[in-house]
């Protein structure tokens, strides 16, 4: 499995991926699920992938030759959603190739993000069909993978409109709960924080045994252990006797 | 879907479901997921089901209807995992009854709690083939259905070794959180307590508009803001310059 997430803020987006690949639970490796392509001076592109890994290198390496290429590539598209469009069809395609022995197990989803000339950056989530969402305004985030476990921090940064150097940590302890939850996410972690008008990524990697990660993980305990003694106890107005079942005798 | 769970505490035994059932999301309703049998004075069960609402109703009336017959029935067991043998029996029945037009959706998953005479009360999860395991000694609990969301609450009193009022806030915590994040999961809950050696259940229904629930979740909140206002920067030492990937040209 896979946890990737990407955030959009104010000051520009926030990309987070971890890089456990497993094929099986004997089979487990590292690899890198944050890719950048900034293919001219007015254009970048962040894709982060979940999914199956064979297509996910297909479909860099097509981008790739595509870029080389001349034709219709990252180069060429004039807005984000043409990106999307773009990637959707080569992922389809990949994975279309390869269904008569996979199936479904060689789909790959993607979250896309990054800017185009002068539009608002932006991310969205390309499915294996070909089709693409954009994050809402209301929860202007996407999670691609094992996205249940980490889910409450990021409704937590968004509600508390969090500035980028918050939303990192807080990517960062969805991130780390989630691998806590969960042995197919693991580190390294890979960050990218892009502001806006940039065209340009800061990409960093946080190592597991970074002290920053066991920092970050013994205040979330200390919290939530101290909020779990600060629970309100339950008053009787606050109950009801559940009345029998009506099951025949 | 559902979201079930059960803990095994040094006073006892804690079981917390919630009460949303959809098929379809405009065909929402209310129904009991904790379900109680107290079939004679030396035992008693509590049964807690996910999955397909019409297997679990008919695998209850089947469990009564055996219970007056006077055959193999709960009130025939002599310990809990054969109870749980018995269980299992009836429900993978059910479903293969309906396997042809409805397949893996005729399933139901359960978990099965309580004490039969001087045994050490347990709680089992009960799989649709009819087998069944216990809870480990290390995570002395059990989900069912919607697990994920709530995952974290549960390790929490589990490390902190909570008494039986501090668990139900945590159970109540940890549904809370997965109700949050997903619809599918909703008010009222049903709260069963058991204390070893009663053979009695207690139990109580939390409304949604239960002051209680309000004040919980503030509580949380407050906590997880004041968690995210000290998290640790991060120093240059913890995070790598994340390398050029080594793609063709």
Chains 1, 2 share one sequence.
Not at 127 to 144: A, M, V
Request: one cysteine or more.
């Amino acid at each position: 499995m896979t946890y990737c997430l990407a955030m959009r803020l104010d000051e520009g987006l926030l990309f987070l991926s971890d890089t456990r690949t497993n094929a099986g639970v004997d089979n487990v490796s590292t690899y890198r699920k944050l890719h950048v392509f900034r293919p001219g001076d007015d254009r970048l592109f962040v894709l982060q992938s979940a999914g199956n890994l064979a297509t996910t290198q297909e479909v860099l390496d097509r981008i790739t030759r595509d870029l080389a290429a001349g034709g219709e590539s990252l180069n060429t598209v004039n807005h984000l959603f043409e990106a999307a469009l773009y990637l959707g069809r080569l992922s389809s395609e990949v994975a279309r190739n390869h269904a008569a022995t996979l199936g479904a197990n060689a789909n790959a989803t993607f979250i896309l993000g990054g800017q185009v000339g002068d539009e608002a950056p932006d991310i969205l989530l390309v499915y294996p069909e070909g089709n693409y969402i954009r994050c809402s305004d209301d929860r202007p985030f996407l999670q691609i993978g094992e996205t249940k476990y980490g889910k409450a921090w990021l409704d937590l940064a968004v509600r508390s409109h969090a500035d980028m150097a918050t939303a990192g940590k807080i990517a960062l302890s969805s991130m780390a709960a989630t691998a806590l939850a969960n042995l197919s996410v693991g580190p390294p972690y890979d960050l990218g924080i892009y502001r806006t008008g940039s065209h340009e990524l800061q990409h960093a990697r946080i190592a597991g045994d970074s002290p920053f990660l066991s920092r970050l993980v013994d205040v979330w305990r200390d919290h939530l252990l101290a909020a779990m003694h600060a629970l309100p106890e339950i008053e009787p107005g606050d109950i009801a006797l559940l009345e029998p079942e009506s099951r025949p005798t």
